[in-house]
């Protein structure tokens, strides 16, 4: 499928099936085990993500790329960053929104609609976490590409990684693409990624974060 396909398919998952479990999943609502997994997996790898980025970010703008319910987006804004908060999903955004410290709205502009848009202007750095699994690798490699030509200094961004268990899912999903309305992740191979993506920058692996049922691998592509 191609990326608009694709993302038609994102946008209409995310705004009219999985809102409310997305809304509870980012809460400190209580979860099914398998979700407290994929929460805590989470939390793990935006903290990694996070990591990546100076404690003081007061006069630098960064793009949270597939901001769902704001959870990154607010740590970007404490720590003094200018903040373009971007989803596909019209619902999240309004959740983000709301949950929001108010003494940090001023710091935050939220968008609805889609993250590689021009529109959304120049940036110091780029957060795409978990925004880019269900694209085919051509479609990372244009998607990280366009970012780049408006990034100064650093994109980190996470994938489903090749594994035995999120292959075996893949190719489940395959079989039932009607029956299951989500998308289905697109594993892809880190090492043949980051190569494909050293003549965009300096590609750095982060490394993989499993928790139970999730599982994903941060890069970082820097100027």
């Known amino acids: 499928m191609t990326y608009e396909v694709t993302r ?16 509870r999943l980012t809460s400190d609502a209580p979860v099914s085990r398998i979700r407290e997994t994929v929460r805590k997996g989470r939390d793990e790898m935006r903290a990694r993500m996070m990591a990546r980025l100076p404690t003081d970010l007061r006069g630098a703008r960064v793009l949270d790329a597939g901001c769902g319910t704001g959870l990154m987006t607010a740590e970007l804004a404490a720590r003094g960053a200018e903040v373009v908060a971007v989803d596909i999903s019209p619902s999240l ?14 710091k935050v502009r939220f968008v609805a609609g889609d993250m590689l848009s021009r529109d959304l202007g120049q940036f110091d750095h780029v ?29 980190v961004f996470t994938v489903p990684p090749r594994t035995p268990l999120l292959m075996a899912m893949w190719q489940t999903g395959k079989l039932f693409p ?23 920058g300096t590609v750095s692996d ?8 999730y599982i994903s691998h941060a890069l970082e592509v820097a100027a």
């Open 178 to 200: 009607r029956a299951d309305r989500s998308p289905v992740m697109v594993p892809q191979g880190t090492r043949r990624l980051a190569r494909a993506l050293s003549d965009t």
């Open 93 to 106: 955004i309004e959740i983000a929104g709301r949950r929001l410290p108010e003494a940090l709205a001023h």
């Open 127 to 155: 957060m795409a976490m978990d925004s880019l699994i269900y694209y085919a690798e051509d479609d990372i490699r244009r998607a990280i590409d366009i970012l780049a030509l408006r990034t100064a200094r650093s994109i």
């Open 8 to 23: 038609s398919r994102v946008e209409t998952y995310f705004d009219r099936t999985a809102t409310q479990v997305w809304e």
């Open 206 to 213: 982060l490394g993989r974060v499993s928790v139970g049922f």
